[in-house]
């Protein structure tokens, strides 16, 4: 069962462009929502991460916003660059409440070019 | 480097044979993870745990799986009778319980199954 639905699958953006990445999740009891980047042959790196107490958190030339009626969240990076190209996954947990939340449910990831 | 570290970064196996794969968490985590990632796809989680206690496993984990974490600091994922369909970067990460309260896991860098 896909608990996390991402896209697009893929995205090119010009250099200095905005880069939109979008992700609905299922499951009401999610309440932590992350954003892994991965270059190739590396593992997944934390960029930045949301709960739904807030509707927008932003970190540098990184945006989450979250629509907890819609059960959607996005990624917005501004100014693109050519470092930014990788593969961007959306994550969703339970939050470090219990024994049991441990687990990221991940989306299936969309893969950034950025063009200089 | 104080980051997550995999042992071995690639592995490459005959169809039937057993495989072992190493994990060293960051020193202050309690909380280890194993993760299956396939060409094209988010990680999917194996199975969990806190200090020694393993506390989850998926039901993608098979008997022909087995994960340890004996002393609460390394763990290993054992693979027995290694089939083509488990080729696959195997990722663990590590993240500290209670903590800053939030699930935040952090990856190490993989390491790369071909069965042939």
């Known amino acids: 069962q896909q608990q996390v639905k991402q896209s697009p699958q893929s995205l090119i953006v010009q250099k200095g462009g905005i880069s939109i990445i979008n992700c609905a999740y299922e499951?009401?009891?999610?309440?932590?929502f992350p954003w892994y980047q991965q270059f190739p042959g590396k593992g997944p790196a934390l960029l930045i991460a949301?709960?739904?107490?807030?509707s927008e958190k932003k970190e540098g030339r990184f945006t989450i916003s979250f629509n907890k009626s819609a059960k959607q969240f996005s990624l917005h990076i501004m100014d693109s660059q050519p470092g930014d190209s990788a593969t961007y996954f959306c994550?969703?947990?339970?939050?470090?409440?219990?024994?049991?939340?441990?687990?990221?449910?991940f989306g299936q990831g969309t893969i950034l070019t950025v063009h200089p | 480097d104080t980051g997550v570290s995999q042992d071995p970064r690639h592995k490459i196996t005959k169809r039937g044979q057993n495989v072992t794969f190493r994990c060293d968490p960051i020193?202050?985590?309690?909380?280890l993870y194993w993760y299956r990632q396939t060409l094209g796809q988010g990680p999917e989680f194996l199975t969990y745990?806190?200090?020694?206690?393993?506390?989850?496993k998926s039901r993608l984990l098979s008997d022909r799986f087995s994960a340890e974490r004996p002393k609460g600091s390394f763990s290993t994922l054992e693979i027995q009778r290694t089939e083509q369909g488990d080729s696959a970067m195997y990722l663990c990460?590590?993240?500290?319980?209670?903590?800053?309260?939030?699930?935040?896991?952090?990856f190490g860098p993989g390491t790369r199954l071909t069965v042939l």
């Open positions: 990460a590590s993240s500290l319980f209670p903590g800053t309260g939030h699930n935040e896991q952090f």
């Open positions: 499951n009401t009891a999610f309440d932590y």
């Open positions: 949301i709960r739904p107490d807030v």
């Open positions: 994550a969703a947990s339970r939050d470090a409440g219990g024994t049991s939340y441990g687990k990221l449910t």
């Open positions: 020193s202050e985590h309690n909380r």
């Open positions: 745990f806190q200090n020694e206690a393993q506390l989850e």
